[in-house]
Every structure is written in C-alpha cells, then in structure tokens.
Nanobody
Framework: QVQLVESGGGLVQAGASLRLSCAASGGTFSNHNMGWFRQAPGKEREFLAA????????YYSDSVKGRFTISRDNAKNTVFLQMDSLKPEDTAVYYC??????????????????WGQGTQVTVSS
C-alpha cells in the first residue's frame, strides 16, 4: 500500500512559478513509476508528466512540454513538478500517481495504482 500526499499548490498570478511536491509512504518509492495529472471542473483528468523509477526518463504532454519539469528524489521518497510560465488555463486540481509494475503507459490513468488527494492550483490573470 502506497500513500501519496501532494503539496505546494496555491493562488498565483499568470507567469509565476510553482513547485509541487508529492511525498510517498507505505511502500518502496524507488520501485514505482510516477506521474502527474490534473483535472479542472467538468473536464477529464489530463496527463501532464511521468518519470521512471530511477528518474532517468521523463515524459510530457504537449500542453506542458517546455514549461513543466518532473523530477524525483528517491532518497526523500518525493516526486516534484516544477511549473513555470503558468497560465490561467493551468488552473486545476493536480494529482500525483504511482505505478508499481515495471511496464506502464505513461499517459493512461488506468495504468496507475495509487493516487494522492490532489492540490489546488489557481492561476489568475
């Protein structure tokens, strides 16, 4: 059983930066691939970024490529999402997710086994 807790969200102005953190417990963090998703009211949960177990490979959706950066610190059991050049359309609840199996489709919600409760990001104009 893996527990995930996101933090770092808040209310910021357009163009600002935020760094989200996702702290994992209850499992071996380094055995899990990790992903970040977001969901705005009335919309589907959207894939943002993923990173493999050792942190050597990262994947991004086109909507955030070049603005967001995923990273992880296995010694601290934490995955991060650095968000730069934030836009009002980035407003959503941001979730981290974990997959314990070796093979996964990085952008597929159903391929993740564990989810955090989410952290709200609001970007004002």
């Amino acid at each position: 059983q893996v527990q995930l807790v996101e933090s770092g969200g808040g209310l910021v102005q357009a163009g600002a930066s935020l760094r989200l953190s996702c702290a994992a417990s209850g499992g071996t963090f380094s055995n899990h691939n990790m992903g970040w998703f977001r969901q705005a009211p009335g919309k589907e949960r959207e894939f943002l970024a993923a990173i493999n177990r050792r942190g050597g490979d990262a994947y991004y959706s086109d909507s955030v490529k070049g603005r967001f950066t995923i990273s992880r610190d296995n010694a601290k059991n934490t995955v991060f999402l650095q968000m730069d050049s934030l836009k009002p359309e980035d407003t959503a609840v941001y979730y981290c997710a974990a997959r314990g199996r070796l093979l996964w489709r990085v952008g597929q919600r159903d391929d993740y086994d564990y989810w955090g409760q989410g952290t709200q990001v609001t970007v004002s104009s």
